[in-house]
């Protein structure tokens, strides 16, 4: 039996703050049920969005359905490709999320999309998929103007592509996240610290445990479907 694994792609320039948390519990879960996941930090890596080089799309290409442009990017890429599952993270910037991670998207899923009527999927595998945000606004904003009616906010445009190539995303939120270290240093009035505290100190533990319970039913679904 080969091992089975699922990839974290964390899309926070921050290691050790909200996005990075969760990620590590989302990770705690995945092993509480015997599967390895391993966090891939992607501001780690240098490695540029889609190059336009069409090598993924040509006619009997080696290089057809895959992208093989020689960055930090390539050997991921493969990896998580082969790989059983996959959790995209990413702190929300400007509503959708961070440059970096679309700049991963492009590269990962461009060459699984086919250019025909109906964009068929040509992922090597279907994985399972979770998308974990943190982000400043409260639940109804992100639903309203990011996920947008039908899908149609920018989140809602990077979901709906997750769930044409691998399998719909699960998703796990952090809203009204605590961004500074110290509010007091920063010209920030819009937030008002005390409220945001109280956040980070009864809300987000539950973030987190909602972090780890997607983290372990991913890993029971790889398990039960035996993928
Ligand atoms: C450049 C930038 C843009 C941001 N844009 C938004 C935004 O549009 N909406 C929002 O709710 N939060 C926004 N935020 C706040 C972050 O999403 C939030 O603080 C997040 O939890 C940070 O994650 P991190 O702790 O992993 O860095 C922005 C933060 C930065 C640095």
């Known amino acids: 039996m080969d091992n089975k694994k699922i990839y974290i792609i964390n899309g926070s320039p921050r290691k050790n703050q909200n996005t990075a948390k969760m990620c590590s519990s989302f990770v705690l879960g995945v092993e509480s049920t015997g599967i390895e996941a391993e966090i891939v930090n992607l501001y780690d890596l240098n490695f540029k969005?889609?190059?336009?080089?069409?090598?993924?799309?040509?006619r009997g290409g080696k290089n057809l359905g895959r992208c093989a442009y020689p960055d930090d990017l390539k050997e991921v890429l493969n990896k998580v490709s082969y790989s059983n599952g996959i959790a995209f993270a990413s702190p929300i910037y400007f509503g959708d999320v961070t440059g970096v991670m679309k700049a991963f998207m492009e590269r990962l899923l461009f060459p699984f999309v086919t250019y025909d009527e109906n964009y068929t999927p040509i992922p090597p595998k279907k994985l399972e998929t979770a998308v974990i945000y943190t982000m400043n606004v409260n639940e109804e904003m992100f639903i309203k103007s990011y996920i947008g009616a039908n899908n149609s906010g920018p989140l809602g445009f990077f979901e709906n592509w997750i769930s044409h190539?691998?399998?719909k995303p699960v998703r796990v939120c952090a809203f009204n996240t605590y961004q500074?270290?110290?509010?007091?240093?920063?010209?920030?009035?819009?937030?008002?610290?005390?409220?945001k505290a109280k956040q980070r100190d009864e809300v987000f533990p539950i973030d987190l445990k909602n972090a780890y319970e997607a983290g372990k039913n991913m890993g029971y679904m790889i398990i039960n479907n035996g993928k």
Do not use: H, P, R, T
């Open 165 to 167: 190539i691998y399998k």
């Open 49 to 58: 969005g889609c190059q336009s080089c069409f090598a993924c799309k040509l």
């Open 180 to 195: 500074f270290s110290d509010y007091s240093k920063y010209v920030a009035d819009v937030w008002d610290e005390k409220e």
